[in-house]
């Protein structure tokens, strides 16, 4: 877990936020949402990976801040050959094409990192990171006042391997 300091370090971060916008009005900044999905993703070195995400977005005005972590993982679960981990921070805007329908767009930058078995070298576990530019949408259909499903296709762009996803979303409010 070589970026788990990253995750705590953005949890201290919003922590305060979340204490000091419920002083606010709702309409001035606070949480939006809390997503997660599951689908499936492939990349220019591998195809047919199993993909997990979960987002947390807040709300300034009509602008949409999220931070968001993404894994994947090939279809072998005890033995994986390659896998991915991407911490991303995200700017986006909200489109509201029907009381019961609703697009979100987002983009910003991340940190990519993949892992992968050298099999030249007696399968030692190698790891590689980089700066990656994420492009994210939700379609989400509204079953309830805070509750929706909807798919979440995905690009990731990056020097060490492009990923494309798909996956299915459920989003709660906040």
């Known amino acids: 877990?070589?970026?788990?300091?990253?995750?705590?370090?953005?949890?201290?971060?919003?922590?305060?936020?979340?204490?000091?916008?419920?002083?606010?009005?709702?309409?001035?900044?606070?949480?939006?949402?809390?997503?997660?999905?599951?689908?499936?993703?492939?990349?220019?070195?591998?195809?047919?990976?199993?993909?997990?995400?979960?987002?947390?977005?807040?709300?300034?005005?009509?602008?949409?801040?999220?931070?968001?972590?993404?894994?994947?993982?090939?279809?072998?679960?005890?033995?994986?050959?390659?896998?991915?981990?991407?911490?991303?921070?995200?700017?986006?805007?909200?489109?509201?094409l029907a009381d019961f329908f609703v697009i979100e767009a987002h983009t910003g930058i991340g940190i990519f990192n993949e892992s992968y078995k050298d099999y030249s070298s007696d399968f030692k576990k190698m790891s590689e990171s980089t700066i990656a530019l994420p492009i994210k949408i939700k379609m989400l259909f509204y079953v309830s006042k805070n509750f929706a499903l909807g798919l979440n296709p995905n690009l990731t762009l990056n020097k060490i391997d492009n990923i494309y996803s798909g996956n299915l979303v459920l989003q709660w409010k906040l």
Not at 37 to 56: A, M, V
Not at 67 to 74: C, K, M, N, V
């Open 1 to 96: 877990m070589k970026y788990f300091h990253y995750v705590v370090t953005a949890f201290l971060v919003l922590l305060p936020v979340k204490n000091f916008s419920q002083n606010l009005k709702k309409e001035t900044y606070g949480f939006k949402s809390l997503s997660t999905g599951i689908g499936i993703c492939s990349g220019q070195k591998n195809d047919g990976r199993l993909n997990f995400y979960i987002d947390l977005t807040t709300e300034y005005k009509k602008n949409l801040f999220s931070l968001s972590f993404s894994t994947g993982a090939e279809f072998n679960l005890f033995d994986a050959s390659r896998d991915y981990k991407e911490f991303d921070l995200l700017y986006g805007r909200e489109f509201k």
